[in-house]
């Protein structure tokens, strides 16, 4: 086994696109191991929707909004010291710079790194991180049906430089151990085949990158 520590203890972080489902993988690993769970709460942000309105408007106030945010729940679990029963997070601290990256105008993104840098300092890295894939068009139609208020302004062109960015992100990604997992032909939501198929192909990765698409 890739990990140093037995998996109902790990910080796994659950990532993706918008639309992907990490919630939902991050609450039934949760379950299934016993865990506790660090939420993104996007719906409270309330410069998201004014974002998909007027990106170049907005987009400083948004991403410095998330920075803080998520600054402020890593306080709060180093607080409660959760980690001692495991932790599945929705989302990777980290990044928080690429959607910074893709949204900021260059004077932005300075003022951006600068804070980051300051504020982030001390958060821990993941044991691991699961990373889900999926075509665009499948995720814009999960938006769609999901139908949040906070993302109808989401395109598919905005969507879809999202996804690059994630790849992007990934595919240069060593800081800790990754799983890319290529979701189109699994259902987590419905088949617990599926989610007992993910912990059994975590549980049993060898290398510090690996890729897995279904268990057929």
Known sequence: MLLEQPLE???IAVEGAIGIGKTTVARKLADRLASS???ESIDDNPFVELFYQNPSRHALAVQLSFLFSRLKQWQSIHQQELFSRGLISDYLFAKDRLFASINLTDEEFALYEQVAHLVSVDIPKP???TYLQSDHGIIMERIRNRNRSTERGLTPDYLK???AGYDNFFFHYQETPLLVVQTDKLNFAENDEDMDALISRIRNMRS??????DHS
């Open 9 to 11: 203890r790990c910080h």
């Open 127 to 129: 044991d691991l991180v």
């Open 208 to 213: 510090s990158t690996e890729f897995w698409a």
């Open 161 to 163: 430089q999202v996804i």
């Open 37 to 39: 769970t660090l939420l």
